[in-house]
């Protein structure tokens, strides 16, 4: 056998068959070392692939009392555990995917916005079955220098997941003015797109904030510092589909919002069911205007934020 498949042999006697180094180490007649060496030789070659399934528990009561006071259909709340927040995005990711592979059915359509939580779920998905769905662009191209993360790849990725197919929207997210944005929404194609989104059965949304370490905005380039500082004064706390908000959860009137191609805020409570996913400190404001506003109707968050939400709601009123 070739190199690759000696290694794929060696990690399937370790992994598969439970051999130690030792006993592969004579069956194949070499050193233990040399087995060792190898196993991570297949890791790093990607032979091997290694998968830690976390115990992600939960907070009930802090589920019921955001289901309560903010009228949810359902809340899922991580415990954080001081996880750093790389891990807490991904425990969020998994919480989120279970509740999509739960629900979702043959014959459904799902709309997609973007970002690093949306990637999360769709990464965490792992289907036992084939369903035949329709994953559509709810918001234009970000044209992030990461291009899993936006629009396009992960409305293709989820589709691909469950076998079912996918719809772009081909036009980017923000435009250079309201008279360009009006006259692309004029374009066949994206008008029969956003009215797709605008009857999903669910909709998976990250939960988005001016707050510079955590603006996903900034991170794609859309946004500086300054624009960022600016929205703050404006009084935005957070976005969904890149409509901006305030702490109420009214959606502003602000020249951003009005260069932003995809569906409109009110095209969001027509959706069956959305699901917004964002955790962390440093988003409490947004997804407070976020569950204010009626934007989502199942949160997926950590014990942090949620405690957070819940204490701000108190203060902010």
């Known amino acids: 056998m070739d190199h690759e498949e000696l290694l794929a042999h060696i990690a399937s006697l370790y992994y598969e068959e439970d051999l130690t180094q030792a006993e592969i180490a004579r069956r194949i007649g070499t050193s233990r070392s040399t087995v060792s060496r190898m196993l991570r030789e297949a890791r790093d070659a ?134 360009v944005r009006e006259a692309l929404l004029q374009e066949p194609h994206i008008r029969e797109t956003l009215d797709i989104a605008r009857k999903a059965d669910l909709a998976l949304v990250g939960i988005g904030s001016p707050r510079p370490e955590v603006s996903s905005l900034l991170r794609a380039g859309y946004l500086d510092r300054e624009a960022l500082a600016r929205l703050r004064e404006q009084g935005v706390v957070g976005d969904i589909c890149a409509r901006h908000y305030d702490i109420r959860g009214r959606i502003l009137d602000i020249p951003l919002n009005r260069r932003i191609v995809g569906i409109e805020p009110e095209d969001i409570h027509t959706i069956g069911q959305v699901i917004g996913v964002a955790g962390g400190a440093a988003k409490a404001e947004a997804i407070l205007g976020a569950l204010r506003g009626g934007c989502v109707d199942v949160l997926i968050t950590d014990d942090t934020a949620a405690e957070r939400v819940l204490a701000l709601d108190e203060t902010e009123g």
Do not use: C
């Open 46 to 179: 990607g032979i091997v692939e290694i998968i830690i399934h976390h115990p992600w528990r939960t907070v009930p009561e802090l589920e019921r009392e955001l289901v309560r006071r903010f009228h949810l259909h359902q809340a899922r709340v991580l415990q954080a555990q001081g996880r750093p927040y790389s891990e807490v995005l991904k425990g969020l990711g998994v919480l989120a995917a279970r509740h999509i592979d739960n629900i979702l059915a043959d014959g459904m359509t799902f709309g997609i916005s973007w970002g690093t939580a949306v990637f999360s779920t769709v990464q965490a998905l792992r289907p036992k079955r084939r369903l035949s769905i329709r994953v559509v662009q709810m918001i234009g191209a970000v044209g992030t220098s990461d291009p899993l993360i936006d629009g396009p790849d992960l409305a293709r990725l989820l589709a691909s997941v469950y076998g079912g197919e996918y719809r772009y929207l081909h036009a980017p997210l923000i435009v250079e003015s309201p008279q």
